[in-house]
T-cell receptor, first 115, second 114 residues
Framework: SAVISQKPSRDICQRGTSLTIQCQVDSQVTMMFWYRQQPGQSLTLIATANQGSEATYESGFVIDKFPISRPNLTFSTLTVSNMSPEDSSIYLC????????????FGPGTRLTVL | DAKTTQPTSMDCAEGRAANLPCNHSTISGNEYVYWYRQIHSQGPQYIIHGLKNNETNEMASLIITEDRKSSTLILPHATLRDTAVYYCIVRGTLNTGTASKLTFGTGTRLQVTL
């Protein structure tokens, strides 16, 4: 299994600011994903982070709001831009080998509160 | 990927088996059934997955009906630490052979009690 760490683990931010969340994996992985979990809700996929190219965003999520970087096979960042209280959520990084239907692992999440 | 239906919540006494059902009547032949759980304030944890045969690992057993339209996750001896939201997810592969997206439903909230 992959060990995934995220920084920060939690943050409280002011409206209108931006926060960059880091995701580090202890081994090279093919697939990296970013999810959002709003209070009391299930997980929603934001985007697939592609190494060396632009991320693939799901419906309802755009690059200007959630820019993503993936410079190599073990690291990715998600930025939440121009934050509003509606962005208060847990943001989770997830990784998978992409081979067949293998397992997908999740990081501990970043709990974001926007005031 | 096929949609799944799970009960909203279930209770189980500690030490007893917890049987969590899942309906996936539109599952197609190349789609697997996955189970994850999310303990409060943690990221989802992989439990088990299967295609058509029953599967068992150190955490749980997965029983898939012969027609594959439903499955049951069994925690043989539930403990308080098994209290979590359990997600049943159907997942296949893309034409490229890579795994399709993992799409979470609302899951079953399992409460294990003394």
């Amino acid at each position: 299994s992959a060990v995934i760490s995220q920084k920060p683990s939690r943050d409280i931010c002011q409206r209108g600011t931006s926060l960059t969340i880091q995701c580090q994996v202890d081994s090279q992985v093919t697939m990296m994903f970013w999810y959002r979990q709003q209070p009391g809700q299930s997980l929603t996929l934001i985007a697939t982070a592609n190494q060396g190219s632009e991320a693939t965003y799901e419906s309802g999520f755009v690059i200007d709001k959630f820019p993503i970087s993936r410079p190599n096979l073990t690291f990715s960042t998600l930025t939440v831009s121009n934050m509003s209280p509606e962005d208060s959520s847990i943001y989770l990084c997830s990784v998978g080998t992409g081979q067949g239907v293998g397992e997908q692992f999740f990081g501990p999440g970043t709990r974001l509160t926007v005031l | 990927d096929a949609k799944t239906t799970q009960p909203t919540s279930m209770d189980c006494a500690e030490g007893r088996a917890a049987n969590l059902p899942c309906n996936h009547s539109t599952i197609s032949g190349n789609e697997y059934v996955y189970w994850y759980r999310q303990i409060h304030s943690q990221g989802p944890q992989y439990i088990i997955h299967g295609l058509k045969n029953n599967e068992t690992n150190e955490m749980a057993s997965l029983i898939i009906t012969e027609d594959r339209k439903s499955s049951t996750l069994i925690l043989p001896h539930a403990t308080l630490r098994d209290t979590a939201v359990y997600y049943c997810i159907v997942r296949g592969t893309l034409n490229t052979g890579t795994a399709s997206k993992l799409t979470f439903g609302t899951g079953t909230r399992l409460q294990v009690t003394l």
